[in-house]
């Protein structure tokens, strides 16, 4: 619910567990004025204290009174080279070379429903899921105006947040920074929370408590990275999962970002979030608009496990689209870690066999089939399939595996090009490189200008002329190296500053129009397992490879941390051979099932070669899968220890809508002899229900599972347990 007070010139939107204010003052500065649990309103600009600070300015309009500063005040939108010297959310460089920013208010407007952005990812919603308020401010001497969007999502206390600016002027204006959020916080005593890594790592949770000075994770890699999320957090210092004031930022953005607080010298705090100032400079013509990618925000009042919860249901309610995003997804096999480069039609078809027999139904063909692509050197670009692999092309193959019963999917990597292909020789101009300057390789392989409209075009049809040639029921949508030497053949020198952005938009527009021509396909996104999980992402596509690393231990830290934003249902998740590829560790067949089981669940190596035991617990898991997938894919997730390599097992819990049936999963890190009776206490059971549990004839009640616990069986070394729970 948005609540307007005209006269006062005062916002408050209120969702279930939050409230959010801001008021424009007597010189129509936005002030932010409060974000926390939910109280009943009224004017809390009331909280903001006024002193003369030194070395603090004074607006022009408040005249000598030193009390006045843009420094010290808590601010919707801040400004820059005016007088707040904090981190600043717009940076224009105006006609005679000044670089000042400074916005006041002029008007605001609400509207049923969420907007939209166009060409860029957003939360949607109707008239009945959420209401959109547009606060309209303006930089008058430099004729800027800034529409700041909230979109209000009240069930499931998201906030969303996204700009526009606008050149109201007659000459060019250059942005160097358009923040999509900028959060004031009263007081700096603050965690700040990010979810970093690398490749084969990513997401892991980091914690450290606000210093003086600014601190920041960001990408400039031209995804959004497996080094830092798009996703940060800010907590009481005693939060935890199930207590403390938490705040989760989300930037629905694929591309370089910047998320950045700010321990102030008042011992307040600012948080930005946006496009990352690197190498951006985006050029207004007088009339033209930039529109900055969409912010989300979620407060719980109560600790981590409820904010990850509101942005899994608001996630899957609002922002994954796909006609597969709430239907049960098949269980795949998929033919890299199987075969990696080395097969044949016969051999893929020996692989469907074996495992449609084991009840997975569909087929995913990687890396490989196309070009004369043997390796990782060369055929980017060349999407036709190789005839010498695979006589009779996708659609004999796409067609023998249908009759064993199986869907057929396809990998594709269409941002890139080989110089060894013939894409390559005949349009060397399409990729990103400065015209003279030798390229930078990754993974032996450039990356094609998606600025460019021709280059796009390209890509689309021959993307679609593979999607017709075959019955594609599934894409994996992959990109495999970080952009460098950035720029576009096709743009003036004042425009390098776009490319970034613009590489970013034409991938958005490129998976647009592959999702509209083909919206029965099941799109898998990816970029070397989690090197672009983010909200922007999923919006087009509705599940996402969450990491190169199948290990199960390890993949216990990367699902643990991408939960904080993302539900199981968006995350990939496979059981691959032992010893793993990754790392050299075996684990059992059963817990990589269960560790598989809480994401979108399939296999990833020969499945033929396994014993008839094994075989018989393939079949078990997909059947687990199926039955669970509901309470899986559509329950609320509560993580009830955090990953550990050498303590306490990891734990986690999947816990329906209605309370009354909940799949309780653990899994034991590295054991030593000796070890302790655990008493694991369960969270979001209906305290009064009486659960039964799987093997155990008598009930437990809701309040004992979660105030005393339940004692777990001792454990070997990386074993895993799955436990349902059904009331009675
Ligand atoms: C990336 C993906 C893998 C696989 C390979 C194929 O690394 O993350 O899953 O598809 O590319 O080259």
């Known amino acids: 619910m948005i609540i307007q007070d005209k006269t006062e010139r005062l916002f408050t939107l209120q969702t279930r567990n939050t409230t959010y204010q801001f008021k424009a003052d007597r010189n129509g500065v936005l002030l932010h004025t409060y974000y926390g649990p939910r109280i009943q309103g009224g004017d809390l600009s009331r909280l903001i204290r006024f002193a003369d600070r030194g070395f603090s300015p004074n607006p022009n309009e408040v005249g000598d009174n030193r009390a006045y500063s ?89 906030i969303t947040r996204a700009v526009r600016i606008v050149n109201c002027g007659d000459t060019p204006v250059r942005l160097r ?28 949770p980091n914690r450290t408590h606000l210093r003086p ?85 979620v407060c719980s009042p109560a600790g981590f496990g409820q904010m990850s919860r509101q942005f899994h249901r608001a996630i899957r309610a609002h922002l994954l689209r796909d006609v597969w995003a709430n239907r049960r997804k098949p269980v795949l096999v ?28 569909l087929f995913v063909l990687d890396d490989g089939w196309f070009g004369h692509r043997d390796s990782d050197t060369s055929s980017l670009g060349d999407w036709w399939p190789n005839e010498e692999k695979l006589p009779g092309g996708l659609g004999a193959l796409s067609k023998e595996i249908n009759e064993l019963g199986m869907e057929f999917g396809l990998w594709i990597e269409p941002e890139m090009v080989s110089e060894n292909s013939r894409l390559y020789e005949e349009h060397p101009d399409w990729v990103l490189n ?57 743009l003036p020198s004042d425009r390098q500053g776009e490319v970034y952005h613009r590489y970013v938009l034409g991938v958005y527009d490129l998976l647009e129009r592959v999702r509209q021509v083909n919206p029965n396909t099941l799109i898998e996104g990816c970029s070397g397992g ?25 993949r216990l830290t990367i699902q643990y941390g991408t939960s904080f934003a993302y539900p199981p ?25 269960t560790v598989a089981l809480s994401g979108t669940f399939g296999y990833e190596m020969v499945l033929g070669s396994l014993s008839d035991e094994e075989k018989a617990l393939v079949v078990q898991q997909i059947a687990a899968y199926k039955e669970s997938y509901d309470l899986i894919q559509t329950g609320d997730y509560y993580r009830l220890t955090a990953p550990s390599p050498d303590g306490a097992p990891t734990a986690w819990l999947h816990v329906s809508p209605d309370r009354r049936s909940a799949l309780l999963c653990v899994v034991a890190g590295q054991t030593h002899a000796g070890p302790p009776f655990r008493l694991l206490k369960l969270q979001g059971l209906d305290p009064a229900l009486q659960y039964r549990l799987t093997g155990d004839d008598t009930p437990w009640p809701g309040d004992v599972l979660m105030q005393a616990g339940y004692p777990l069986p ?15």
């Open 213 to 297: 000075g600014v601190q920041s994770v960001g990408s400039v890699r031209g995804i959004s990275s497996h080094q830092h999320n798009p996703f940060v957090m800010l907590c009481q210092p005693g939060a935890d999962e199930e207590h403390g004031i938490c705040y989760g930022a989300a930037l629905l953005y694929s591309g370089n970002f910047e998320a950045a607080v700010e321990r102030c010298q008042f011992e307040d705090a600012r948080l930005t979030m946006g496009i990352h100032p690197f190498h951006f400079c985006w050029k207004l013509e007088p009339g033209q608009v930039f529109t900055a990618p969409e912010a989300a925000l």
């Open 569 to 593: 249902s968006t995350m990939g998740a496979h059981v691959s051979a032992v010893p793993n590829e990754q790392t050299g560790r075996s684990t059992p067949l059963e817990t990589r099932g």
């Open 434 to 490: 400065p015209t003279g300057r030798p390229c930078t390789r990754g993974r032996c392989q450039l990356v094609l200008d998606y600025t460019r409209e021709e280059v796009r075009d390209y890509i689309f049809h021959a993307l679609q002329k593979v999607m017709d040639s075959a019955n594609i029921a599934y894409l994996k949508w992959d990109m495999n190296r970080a952009l460098t030497q950035v720029w576009s053949a096709a």
């Open 177 to 204: 920074r358009a923040a999509s959020l900028c959060l004031d916080f009263p007081s700096a005593n603050l965690d700040f929370i990010t979810f970093d890594g690398g490749h084969v790592k990513e997401r892991k």
């Open 70 to 158: 843009l420094d010290t005040l808590p601010q919707e939108y801040s400004g820059s080279g005016a007088g707040d010297f904090r981190l600043s959310s717009l940076e224009l460089e105006l006609p005679d070379g000044s670089c000042v920013a400074d916005l006041r208010y002029v008007d605001a407007r609400q509207q049923s429903g969420k907007y939209t952005l166009e060409g860029l990812p957003a939360f949607f919603g109707s008239d009945s899921d959420a209401d959109t308020l547009v606060v309209t401010l303006e930089d008058t001497a430099a004729q800027v105006r800034v529409e700041l969007f909230y979109g209000v999502f009240e069930a499931y206390d998201l």
């Open 714 to 728: 001792m454990l070997n070394e990386y074993q895993s347990l799955r436990l349902w729970l059904k009331a009675e």
């Open 334 to 361: 998929n033919s890299w870690e199987a075969f990696y480069f080395d097969y044949d039609h016969n051999r893929l078809l020996q692989l469907a066999k074996e495992s449609a027999a084991l009840g997975t139904e």
């Open 530 to 554: 989690g090197g672009r999980f983010d909200m922007g992402m999923l919006y087009y596509t509705p599940q996402i490879w969450c990491s190169d690393n199948t290990d199960a231990i390890d």
